[in-house]
Each structure stands twice: as structure tokens, then as C-alpha cells.
């Protein structure tokens, strides 16, 4: 299933400018008649602003072995996500990924949020399953997992290439929206706009989306853009369909 925000949705440039200013949302000065609805487009490089920088992704391994699990893998500017086959053994390769949404105060309600991810298939043949999850991290853990920098930052054992997990693969929350793909090139999920919303009002909260694979007993991959891709049209995105407070 393919979605895509349509272009007349998207921010102007005066209004990309008064959102990063940190009205808007929370801008209570609109007269009778105008549209309490407000849409915002997240990209690296591109959207609400080309200075935007507020994604972070990374995907984790859990093997072959601990030099895998242990690995950081967040600059990379694509990675595999799936299940792959090493010597006849299975192994799960999960993504993570959130966005910088500090820009957005005072929201009413959150209507819809829309995450994209572009991909290329490894084989066409064979039917994926994504499940994407809301993150969260230790309760000792006093800030969100780190993307990583010279191979150091999030693993499939840590939160930041130290502190472990309380679970290996990361700390999941409850399950989202599962997507089916196969020859897809780009894979949208209809996030949980309750959960969304709370990032926007306790930002801290904040600790993105995991995307995980459903085994099936075999190999089935795709390879996955990240926010370090050179092409912006292929960085991961967030929709944000949301109803001004006031």
C-alpha cells in the first residue's frame, strides 16, 4: 500500500518559517473561518525547512555473533532491514528511526501522522512483513538512544554502544500498523496518532519508531534509505496532519 501526501497539504515556505518560529500550532490569533488544520512535512535536508536536520535512524543486527550485535550501524546511507541468511542461520535486522518535532507547540489534536521509508527490494520473489512499533528506552536511562558516530551509539544489545537494553533488539511499545511489501519501492505506516501526538507535548518522551521484520522461516530482506542518503527524496519522511490548539 502506497501513500502519499498530496503536495497542496504541504507547508509554504512562510509557513515552514512560522512553524520552526514556534507559532502556528499555537497561534490562537486566526480569524472566524479560517482552517484550524495544519500539515507538516519532516525530511533531512528538506522539509519543514533544506535546514532541517532532526531525523535520526540506525538499524541493528543480532548476529552473526557479538561483533554484529555489538555494531553500530547509524551512518550509514542504506542498510539492510529483514531477515537474512548467514551459513544457513537466520538472522533479524531492525530499524529505528525518529524525528526532531520540538517545532510544533501548543497542537490541539494530532489528526493523522504518516511515516515513509524508500526502499529497494533485494528480491522481488519474496513477501516481507514490517511491523512498526513505538520505542521506548531503560527506565535508568536518563535520555533517548543515540543514533552513533564512529561506531559508537545504538546496537541490537544498547542504547548507546554502554547501556543495555532491558531487552536485546530494543525496548518495544505496543504494536502500531503492520505493512506487507514485496516489490515496493516506497513503504508507508499509519502511525498511532495518540501516541504521536505525546511526543509533540512531552517531547522528551520522544523515542521514535522501531521497524521490525516478521519472521517466516526464511530470508526476505529489502534494503532501506536512511537520512544519510545523498538523494533527500529518498531520507526517511514523517506526515503530520494535526488541529491547532488555541
Known sequence: MKIKAPTHLMLSAAAAVALLAGIGCGDSSTSPGDSDTIT???????????????????????????????????????????????????????????????????????????????????????????????????????????????NTGVTWLTVDGDFDWTTAGGDLLDLMVSREVRADTVVTFELDAVVVGSWIKTPWINHGILLRPRTAGEAAFLYAYMRESATAALRPELYIKYIKGG
Not at 80 to 85: P, Q, V, W
Not at 121 to 131: G, K, R, S, Y
Request: glycine content about 10%; some cysteine.
Open 40 to 150: 507538516a512535512v519532516f525530511r533531512d535536508g528538506a522539509s519543514p525547512l533544506p535546514t532541517y536536520t532532526g531525523t535520526r535512524d540506525a538499524v541493528i543486527k543480532n548476529g552473526p555473533g557479538y561483533a554484529a550485535q555489538s555494531g553500530n550501524y547509524g551512518t550509514r546511507d542504506v542498510d539492510t532491514l529483514g531477515i537474512i541468511d548467514i551459513d544457513g542461520s537466520l538472522y533479524e535486522q531492525r530499524m529505528l528511526v525518529k524525528f526532531d518535532l520540538t517545532s510544533i507547540t501548543d497542537c490541539g489534536t494530532l489528526a493523522s501522522a504518516v511515516l515513509t521509508i524508500n526502499v529497494t527490494p533485494a528480491d522481488t520473489n519474496h513477501t516481507i512483513w514490517l511491523d512498526a512499533y513505538g520505542v521506548t528506552v531503560p527506565a535508568t536511562y536518563p535520555k533517548s538512544w543515540i543514533e552513533g558516530f564512529l
